[in-house]
């Protein structure tokens, strides 16, 4: 064996035994600030049925767990089906809370409802979509809401809302999306929410909400959601939410902290990804 098939392998070895050793779920304290419990929270996540296609509801379950996530929503486009499979599974292993949701996907709007049992058809008006969503107790926000969606969004839509996408992987990398979604959000008192828009790619949670709730239980959660006590943080030290936590959470530092190291990794999900990406170009070149 050559001295150059023998560093590709080494190369390799360490790629895997890094990645190995920080895949490890973290089990993180809870934090409580202002006498409630902070939860961070992924409200827009898709499953698949065949596991190709993405990650199974039991499968997003043991993904949000690796993610340090307290409390998601399993969202299918217009339909509820497969969402509470996952929570039947996290309640049987101990895991996050699983709310029951769906992204009301119509011709002009998408809209996460959250807390409902019962589809919701896309059929409606966004008006009538989120009156049908606070029929079934549940809460309803605006899914990554571009320009092109506002039309969608009259008065009583708008005086119904609960919560708004403010942070979004398509903020991330998309400067007029950002601007958007801002906007949007602004235009009337609504609850912040940050969510990762899971399809199977990216990192579930990698845009979160921090929720202030009495406790991790889904009613908690929702009322918590209804009374707008969350915290998201966005791009270029951007903050949203409400004003008070937002001064508790600063004072604090945590959420801030844990947040950043989830979406960029530490040193060994580095190590693991250079040593991988060059022993695979090795391969390559060999
Ligand atoms: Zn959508
Ligand atoms: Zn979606």
Known sequence: MSARTLAIGALLLVSIVAGTVSDRPRVDSPI????????????HVHPAIVSAAGLTPWDLVLEAQRQGIDAFAI????????????RWFSRLIGGPTVIVGEE?????YHVIAIGIERTVSPHHTAAAAIDEIHRQGGVAIAAHPAADYWPAYDAAAM???????????GALSVERDRADFEAFYRRTPLTAI???DYHGLGRLGMCRTYVFAADASAPAI???????RTVVYGVDGRVYGDPALIRLADADGRLRERGAERANGNALVWLSRLTGV?????????
């Open 194 to 196: 940050g969510s990762s």
């Open 75 to 86: 969202t299918p486009h217009n339909n509820v089906f497969p969402a509470p499979i996952g």
């Open 278 to 286: 060059a022993g695979l170009a090795g391969v390559a070149l060999l």
């Open 222 to 228: 929702l009322d918590a959601l209804r009374a707008r």
């Open 104 to 108: 009301v996907r119509a011709a002009g």
């Open 159 to 169: 005086a119904a809302l609960d919560g708004s996408e403010v942070m979004h992987p």
């Open 32 to 43: 409580i600030l202002g006498g409630f419990r902070v939860i961070a929270a992924d409200f």
